[in-house]
Each structure stands twice: as C-alpha cells, then as structure tokens.
C-alpha cells in the first residue's frame, strides 16, 4: 500500500460547526503533515508530527487542533471556522529514513467549504 | 513560496519538449524536488536531486541543476496532454519542503 488516503474528500460546514478530517497511511512514515493550499496557490505547511508527537506548529490558529492517535492515523480537527478558511487541505507522510530527503507522499486532499 | 520562484504559465505543444524553471534561494538544501500536482489531486513527487549533481535523467524527465546560480529546470521530453498539470519545485532546507508558486503547463494538441 503507497497511498495516503484523506476523507472526505468535500466537506461544507457552517461557523458553528465541529468537524474532523481523517488522514491514513500503511506505509510505515514516521512524519506526517497537514498542509493547506489556496487555488492557484503552492502548499502551506500547518503542523508536522514526528513519531507521533507534535513537532512543528506554523502558527496556525486555535481553530484548528491536530491530532495523531497512532503512526498510521492523523486528524485535524476543525471548530468555529471563518470562510477564509475555506481552502484545499492536505496530508502527506514521508519516512523520516533517508536523512535531509525528506520525499513527501501527499494524499488527494479534502476540500473544504466554510459557509 | 516567495523564496522559491518560478514562472506562472508556459504552453507548448503535444510532441514537444517542456522546460520549467525554478530560482531557489537556499544553498543549505541537501535535495531539490519537483512534484506535479493535477486538478483536484494532491501532490505527486516526480524526481528530486541531490544537490551534487549536475543532472539526473528518468524516462522522459531531465532535471539539471545549476548551484552557483540556484537554478533548476525540469524537462519534459514529447509531452503529452496527460503532463498537463501544476509544477512546483520544493528546497528543503532542514527537513520541511519550501515550495515555489507552481507552473501551469498546458499542453496544446
């Protein structure tokens, strides 16, 4: 299995809503990532998790909470979004094996819709 | 993206070479990367360099790096409709990817 599998792949939610989106990979990677990308737009990086443990937070606000229960699963938890919110949101992992090269594998991402 | 820059857009037509290029701004990336991203999909990694090489080739794809100048290409050997897609190169400096802004190729039949 080389995939990374994100669900849903569409979500609208309203301000009030709670939400999660849902990463999977059997790949073994111990490093996974969420990333947000507007259209037209290269990827931002959000957080990064390292063996399991938060080890990067891009100064994304509160709104969103990420969570990795095990070293195959990542979610990100969304609460009280703002439109501008509304973006491409993508998980890669890659298997913090090889030293500096860190070849990311990303999955088709979820798109989001903040109404 | 700003320290990563690359061309918005390039045409070519089906059967010809693409060249995309990329003007990155960290010397310390030990690596280079290109990755292809089609509509509605996530990122594909399509090749990376070490950055001790002046060149790799892979099938139809030739990156040529130029240190001195920090400057990648990545070249497409008789492109096809199928290679219609957005390209980012990444550096990585330390172990995140900073990415340029992306080239839209249109590949024109």
């Known amino acids: 299995d080389t995939e990374v599998t994100q669900t849903p792949k569409h979500l609208v939610m309203g301000m009030t809503n709670k939400k999660s989106l849902k990463c999977e990979q059997h790949?073994?990677?111990?490093?996974m990532y969420w990333y947000k990308q507007k259209a037209k737009k290269p990827p931002e990086l959000m957080f990064v998790y390292s063996y399991e443990k938060l080890s990067i937070n891009e100064s994304v606000p509160s709104r969103f909470s990420p969570e990795c229960p095990n070293s195959s699963l990542l979610n990100l938890h969304l609460h009280a979004l703002q439109p501008e919110d509304s973006a491409l949101y993508l998980c890669a992992s890659s298997p913090l094996r090889d030293g500096t090269n860190e070849k990311l594998f990303f999955g088709s991402g979820t798109q989001l819709s903040v109404l | 993206g700003e320290d990563v820059e690359q061309s918005l857009f390039l045409s070519v037509r089906e059967g010809d070479s693409s060249v995309i290029n990329c003007t990155y701004t960290d010397s310390s990336s030990t690596y280079l990367y290109w990755y292809k991203q089609e509509p509605g999909a996530g990122l594909q990694l399509l090749t990376y360099?070490?950055?001790?090489?002046d060149m790799k080739q892979d099938q139809r794809l030739t990156v040529l790096l130029n240190k001195k100048d920090k400057h990648l290409s990545l070249r497409i050997a008789d492109t096809q409709t199928g290679d219609s897609a957005i390209y980012f190169c990444a550096e990585s400096p330390g172990r995140q990817l900073t990415f340029g802004s992306g080239t839209q190729l249109t590949v024109l039949p």
């Open positions: 790949m073994g990677h111990r490093a």
């Open positions: 360099i070490f950055s001790n090489m």
